[in-house]
């Protein structure tokens, strides 16, 4: 009984759901935040797993595809960073807390369009399990690897399920292969009190 209970309201739940422009901006329009990748040692594991990167592969610019509340922008040392999000909200949040850090700038995800290899290195934190539909995803991955000829690193999970509400897992290492040959993985590694891995891409031959 409680089993079709939950099925029930999981499924009407996804069906209100109002897109990830709408959800994501009134949650920080209503004091709400990343969440929970994006805090405490989640985010200091990420954060010193791509200084670490940053330092011993030189990189000077930082594409953050799905940049959220700030909180990574914070703790990254690097010359230029530019934070991209679907939230307008949470972008001129961002631009107001960083306004005197001339290193990090926000734009909107909205006509948000990159030169290929502008960036050392491309980053996707904890955004690929938020992204419910495979054309999204497809945008979102094709800004990613368009933006940089060199890096690029996702946290994410890597199994296949169903839609729930706001939340929809891929297996994202199976797409990426298929969709950027050029790509190569070469590191992985789980992140603590996380379903997430770090999973760190290098361009193999450019002009294949």
Not at 3 to 12: D, E, H, M, Q
Not at 112 to 127: G, K, P, Q, W, Y
Not at 199 to 204: D, G, K, Q
Request: charged fraction near 20%.
């Amino acid at each position: 009984m409680f089993g079709k209970l939950r099925v029930w309201y999981l499924s009407t739940k996804t069906k209100l759901f109002p897109g990830a422009y709408r959800y994501w901006n009134n949650r920080y329009v209503s004091g709400g935040n990343s969440g929970s990748g994006s805090r405490g040692e989640s985010l200091q594991q990420k954060c010193r797993m791509i200084n670490t990167f940053i330092q011993a592969h030189e990189i000077k610019s930082i594409l953050d595809l799905g940049c959220g509340d700030g909180a990574v922008a914070a703790c990254l040392d690097v010359n230029s960073y530019l934070g991209v999000d679907v939230s307008s909200y949470i972008v001129e949040k961002n631009s107001q807390v960083f306004s005197n850090d001339s290193k990090k700038q926000f734009r909107e995800l909205t006509g948000f369009s990159v030169e290929n290899n502008s960036f050392d290195l491309a980053i996707s934190l904890d955004v690929i399990f938020h992204i419910v539909n495979l054309v999204d995803l497809t945008k979102h991955l094709n800004l990613l690897f368009n933006a940089t000829g060199k890096w690029v690193i996702i946290s994410s999970t890597n199994y296949d399920s169903p839609q729930i509400y706001h939340q929809k897992n891929w297996k994202i290492t199976e797409i990426i292969t298929k969709q950027y040959p050029n790509w190569t993985l070469i590191s992985s590694e789980k992140l603590v009190y996380s379903s997430c891995s770090i999973f760190i891409y290098a361009i193999s031959d450019p002009h294949t």
